[in-house]
């Protein structure tokens, strides 16, 4: 079949190729994929930003969500069947979105959302469960609280906004000038126009910052929280309890050095800091489905390829212009 695999770490390591189908075990399900996103993650994974943490075996099939039609269950499986319409974000160790096939672990799986296309429901799994367990599991955002939303046009951004906003809080975001009107379309309550004000000067008093973009924005961020109001990074630095999650925790004493000095600057000003990386799970899918079908949350798409023009999807995606998310389809 064909994929698009990691031969070698870097810029230039992922390129087309001919891989075989994957096997199907015991409580895996095979999906014939329909679309795939792309997602800032997958051009980390390909330059190797993780190699220490997520062992994976080169050449391998890069590719974080998808949405597609079942044609295989594992002998376990009584929770699909073929034919089913399902969306995923597979586990780590387990990608491969952007090939003609993929297995996922069942757990990993949820039916698509009825009223969403391939190509919506592709652009759905990673910054749906992202931006749920952020706010939820992390921070437990509560009605009334106050979140603000870095980068609210992107991809990652305009769902965090959604949810937020399903959540009942009030939510600030920054974004470019054009992108204004779209993102108060979202429920953004109020507005920071990055190239005209900064975030710290008109913003105080917030429970929860949530930051794609690292940083000097990340240590701005600290300073509009209120005292115990938490910081939560998606592009690190990584602490130590992201190590416990991978289940390295060897490895935590490197990632407390890593963070230090974001740790030791929220301490001082008396807020929390959290990396972030979200994780697979089909039932907070199959939530997640329900609240898109009930027009509560809407994906956000900027622009769709063919699957044989991945690599120029991941290019401009790399451009850091998307409005939304940038799908491949087949």
């Known amino acids: 079949m064909k994929a698009f695999v990691v031969t070698h ?3 230039d390591g992922l390129e087309a190729a001919d ?5 199907v075990g015991p409580r895996d399900v095979l999906i014939d994929v329909r679309a795939a996103s792309i997602n800032p993650l997958d051009t ?8 220490q943490l997520l062992k994976y075996k080169r050449p391998f099939v890069l590719g974080h969500d998808l949405s597609g039609v079942v044609t295989e269950v594992g002998a376990s499986v009584r929770e699909f069947k073929p034919g089913d319409e399902v969306y ?4 780590d160790l387990r990608i491969g979105a952007f ?14 959302p009825a009223s969403l296309s391939f190509a919506e429901a592709a652009a ?3 910054v749906a469960l992202a931006a749920w367990q952020a706010l939820v599991d992390v921070a437990d955002v509560r009605s009334g609280q106050r979140v603000l939303v870095h980068a609210g046009a992107g991809g990652l951004g305009s769902t965090v906004i959604q949810v937020a906003k399903y959540l009942g809080a009030h939510v600030a975001t920054t974004v470019s000038t054009k992108d204004l009107d779209r993102v108060r379309a979202l429920g953004a309550d109020e507005v920071i126009d990055y190239k005209t004000q900064d975030f710290a000067d008109v913003l105080s008093g917030y429970d929860v910052v949530l930051d794609s973009l690292g940083e000097e924005n990340l240590e701005k961020s600290l300073t509009v929280l209120r005292p115990g109001g938490l910081a939560i990074s998606v592009v690190g630095p ?37 990396f972030f990386f979200m994780r697979a799970s089909g039932p907070q899918l199959a939530a997640l489905a329900a609240l898109y079908d009930a027009g509560s949350l809407r994906p956000v798409l900027d622009r769709i390829f063919p699957f044989a023009q991945t690599l120029d999807a991941i290019a401009y995606v790399e451009q850091g212009k998307a409005n939304g998310k940038v799908v491949v389809t087949r």
């Open 19 to 23: 891989v075989p189908v994957p096997s």
């Open 44 to 51: 980390m994974i390909r330059n190797g930003e993780f190699k």
């Open 124 to 126: 759905v799994p990673l």
């Open 9 to 11: 770490y870097g810029p």
């Open 99 to 112: 090939a003609e096939q993929i297995a996922v672990a069942v757990d990993d799986i949820a039916l698509k």
């Open 238 to 274: 990584p602490d130590p309890a992201f190590a416990v999650q991978l289940g390295r925790p060897l490895f935590s004493p490197v990632m407390a050095l890593l963070s230090r000095k974001i740790r030791r600057r929220a301490s001082k000003l008396g807020v929390r800091y959290s």
């Open 88 to 91: 995923a974000r597979p586990r």
